[in-house]
Nanobody, 126 residues
Framework: QVQLVESGGGSVQAGGSLRLSCAAS????????MGWFRQAPGKEREIVGR????????YYADSVKGRFTISRDNAKNTVYLQMDSLKPEDTAVYYC???????????????????WGQGTQVTVSS
């Protein structure tokens, strides 16, 4: 039983930065992972990255690697997505999700995640 709440979205110019937060309520187990996903209009949902609660193991999509950074604060049950050097193609609704790590590894669409936040809009202008 997990509830997720995202915040930090907004509108920025290309090259700017945003930091998204995902606060989780309820018990977060060490075998769970937190994933960030995004979905642009007319496109399928895609993974941005994920992080394990138990360690600093992370994964990033090729499209954001080197620009986005995922971090966590286990004591606060919060995961962050720092987005730098934003591009117009980063425009999307961003979602955080939670799932068992052994199930979500390799899941590019988020089908194996159990809990989802409401999403937060990120808009990057040229």
């Amino acid at each position: 039983q997990v509830q997720l709440v995202e915040s930090g979205g907004g509108s920025v110019q290309a090259g700017g930065s945003l930091r998204l937060s995902c606060a989780a309520s309820g018990r977060t187990f060490s075998l769970y992972a937190m994933g960030w996903f995004r979905q642009a209009p007319g496109k399928e949902r895609e993974i941005v990255g994920r992080i394990s609660w138990s360690d600093s193991s992370t994964y990033y999509a090729d499209s954001v690697k080197g620009r986005f950074t995922i971090s966590r604060d286990n004591a606060k049950n919060t995961v962050y997505l720092q987005m730098d050097s934003l591009k117009p193609e980063d425009t999307a609704v961003y979602y955080c999700a939670a799932g068992r790590l052994y199930l979500v590894v390799g899941d590019r669409r988020g089908s194996e995640y159990d809990y989802w936040g409401q999403g937060t809009q990120v808009t990057v202008s040229s």
